[in-house]
């Protein structure tokens, strides 16, 4: 069985995006954007919710053409385009292009999320078996609630947003987790990393 993580930077107030999904307060320092690229290196597959797949797409596949692109920027540019991806919507026509190593899903989310982590040798998922992430909030939740998700990732901020997008869904039934890692980040960021007890 594949493991499923669910991983995001977060306000101290419990948002993965300010109202009008505003993003500025959570401008990585270089050692957590350098995390991030590590971990966009180590997925084998990664789940995209459509709204976030429109904000990275924008971006990712060009970054490191841009003037001015850090040698950071460009690795990470290189590494997203490589990984894996699977573009969850119900509507197809607006996700746009679907490049650079990915596939749109348009079917019932849970169920491909099931197969995905059960396709241990990667046979028609996309990758070796290893490691998945899934990435977007509203796409998360439906895998929260399925009970699909073995590791929460969170780097919280510390500034309160007043709402926005939820890190956590509303669930029919408490999921208990055990703590397996803490780090500090520059500017005051908390990595929390827990395990979904099974």
């Known amino acids: 069985m594949r493991k499923l993580t669910f991983g995001m930077n977060l306000s101290l107030d419990g948002y993965v995006a300010a109202p009008g999904d505003d993003l500025g307060w959570s401008v990585p320092s270089d050692e957590l954007f ?3 690229s590590d971990r966009v290196d180590a997925t084998d597959l990664a789940l995209y919710g459509r709204r976030l797949w429109e904000t990275m797409s924008s971006h990712w596949p060009t970054a490191d053409k841009q003037p001015g692109a850090t040698p950071a920027a460009v690795e990470y540019a290189r590494r997203w385009r490589d990984m894996p991806k699977v573009v969850f919507s119900s509507t197809p026509g607006a996700v746009g292009a679907v490049d650079w190593n990915t596939r749109l899903f348009t079917g019932d989310a849970v169920t491909e999320i099931t197969r995905l982590k059960a396709d241990d040798d990667g046979g028609g998922g996309g990758g070796d078996g290893g ?4 990435v977007g909030a509203t796409l998360a939740a439906a895998a ?3 009970g699909l998700i073995d590791e929460y990732v969170l780097l919280t901020h510390p500034v309160l947003v007043g709402g926005g997008t939820p890190f956590f869904t509303a669930l029919d039934s408490w999921v208990n987790l055990n703590l397996v890692e803490t780090r500090t980040f520059p500017d005051g960021v908390l990595l929390t990393r827990y395990e979904t007890k099974r």
């Open 34 to 36: 350098q995390w991030w």
């Open 131 to 134: 490691p998945m992430d899934i």
């Open 144 to 146: 929260m609630r399925a």
